[in-house]
């Protein structure tokens, strides 16, 4: 079992930065790819970013290539996220998302492939 907690939600205007973290419960955290995901009202849930388990690899959505910034610190049980150049767009509730991986460089971005999820966190951008 492996549970995920998200922290760093908050208010930024356009332009501006936030760094979202998810720290993560269990022994095996070094052997799962993390993801990050996001979620506006009456949408599906979007893929934003993904790194795998040794860190080697990441891989990121177009709408944010350039802008974010997915990192972990695997002796710390914890994923980050960092957004800078923010838009209006990025508002919405991000998850962050834990997938078992063989690959040490498996980069999952499918929502269904991941077992765990955390509770989400907001974020709003302000224009």
């Known amino acids: 079992q492996v549970q995920l907690v998200e922290s760093g939600a908050g208010l930024a205007q356009a332009g501006g930065s936030l760094r979202l973290s998810c720290a993560a419960s269990g022994r095996t955290f070094s052997r799962y790819a993390m993801g990050w995901f996001r979620q506006t009202p009456g949408k599906e849930r979007e893929f934003v970013a993904v790194?795998?388990?040794?860190?080697?690899?990441?891989y990121y959505a177009n709408s944010v290539k350039g802008r974010f910034t997915i990192s972990r610190d695997n002796a710390k049980n914890t994923v980050y996220l960092q957004m800078n150049s923010l838009k209006p767009e990025d508002t919405a509730v991000y998850y962050c998302?834990?997938?078992?991986?063989?690959?040490?460089?498996?980069?999952?971005?499918?929502?269904?492939?991941?077992?765990?999820w955390g509770q989400g966190t907001q974020v709003t951008v302000s224009s």
């Open positions: 790194i795998s388990w040794s860190g080697g690899s990441t």
């Open positions: 998302a834990a997938e078992r991986t063989v690959s040490s460089l498996a980069t999952p971005t499918r929502a269904d492939l991941y077992d765990y």
